[in-house]
């Protein structure tokens, strides 16, 4: 599977993607790592006419960390400085887990937070070549008219894959978009639609520069938890990101969850409010985790059955909690 032709750009500003943008419209697509669109353009899932190469953006390559001000990271980060990062370890242990299990340590090096944000939806009908494609005769995201996950359906149901997203969900993070069109910020939840196909809010020319995290949620004890098939390289089939506050006397002051790869949109778990105040109580750990279920709804888009991807959901939702409510965190 070759690349098919392209012009490459490579901007060294900002403003200057965006002059780019302005007069190339959809013609072009922006390129950060590569580490997802290389695989999908050989796929022939995507054959943008120009690729924007944002890897020369150096200016958006920083992790900063200010006690009034939060935690600021530029998009084009590497998930490698992420993981390494001492600050984000001690202050964010959640995003700094979720980082560390993103694909292999060769990807984390090219790949950046950016794009990891802004990953396509995946399914096991879509990932593949054209040719195995072709056999089905494609699908409702590429080259087709029905989902075979879901016939009868008519929206995509392909999730979102990305590891950092349910560590920043529960973070309550907000990310900044620049475009021809000005600049805008917004929360993290919010960059997402639920279809497969639409997948992002976020317009094809506006480029997702900087992520922030309140300074409100620095220090909160926190964990990741992923299924995955071959434990150095894939893929989230499920993922559970858990953040907490704790009171002196040990009860939970405040908790929130995120979900990851078994829907089309990272999502947050409501039922982690239920958890506030209250001193640790299994009960109500399985409660919560019997609710993310509601929440998480894993179709046959994986490798993986849906049922087990739904079971794991409760058991990473419940030992996430015990070991934060319990452990000395
Ligand atoms: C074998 C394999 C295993 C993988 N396993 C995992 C995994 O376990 N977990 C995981 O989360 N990911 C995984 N990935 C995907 C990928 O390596 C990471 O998600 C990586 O962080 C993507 O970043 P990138 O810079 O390479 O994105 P790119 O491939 O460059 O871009 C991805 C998408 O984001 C857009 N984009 C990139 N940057 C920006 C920006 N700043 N503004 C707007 N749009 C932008 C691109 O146009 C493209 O649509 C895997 C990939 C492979 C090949
Ligand atoms: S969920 Fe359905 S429409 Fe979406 S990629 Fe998979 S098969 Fe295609």
Excluded at 152 to 178: I, K, R, Y
Aim: charged share 25%.
């Amino acid at each position: 599977m070759s690349l098919p032709p392209f012009e490459l750009l490579r901007p060294d500003a900002v403003g200057s993607v965006v002059d780019l943008m302005r007069n190339l419209g959809s013609d072009a697509q922006f390129i950060a790592g590569g580490t997802d669109l290389v695989p999908s353009m050989k796929q022939g899932l995507f054959s943008p006419r120009v690729l924007i190469d944002l890897k020369g953006l150096r200016d958006l390559d920083f992790i900063r960390f200010d006690s009034d001000r939060g935690l600021e990271i530029g998009a084009l980060t590497t998930i490698s400085s992420l993981a390494d990062s001492a600050l984000v370890a001690r202050e964010f242990p959640v995003l700094h887990e979720a980082a560390k299990t993103v694909a292999s340590p060769l990807l984390r090096n090219m790949g950046t937070l950016g794009g990891n944000l802004c990953l396509d939806t995946r399914c096991l009908y879509y990932n593949q070549s054209e040719f195995w494609r072709g056999s089905l005769g494609g699908c409702i995201k590429k080259d087709g008219a029905i989902c075979h996950v879901a016939p009868g359906s008519e929206t995509c149901w392909a999730a979102f894959s990305g590891d950092t997203a349910p560590a920043l969900l529960a973070l309550q993070a907000t990310v900044e978009l620049v475009s021809p069109r000005g600049r805008r910020e917004i929360p993290l939840g919010e960059l997402y639609v639920n279809d497969g196909l639409v997948r992002l809010t976020k317009a094809a020319d506006e480029i997702l520069t900087a992520i922030r995290v309140p300074a409100a949620n620095a220090g909160w004890s926190g964990t990741y938890r992923k299924l995955r098939i071959r434990q150095s390289i894939d893929y989230p089939l499920a993922g559970v990101a858990v953040v907490m506050r704790k009171r002196a006397d040990g009860a939970c002051a405040e908790a929130r969850i995120g979900l990851t790869a078994v829907n089309p949109a990272p999502k947050l778990i409501a039922a982690a409010e239920r958890l506030s105040g209250q001193a640790y109580d299994a009960a109500l750990v399985d409660d919560v985790a019997r609710e993310s279920i509601r929440v998480g709804k894993p179709l046959k888009t994986s490798a993986s059955t849906m049922e087990y991807r739904r079971h794991m959901i409760q058991v990473f939702v419940r030992r996430a909690l015990t070991e934060l409510w319990r452990g000395k965190h």
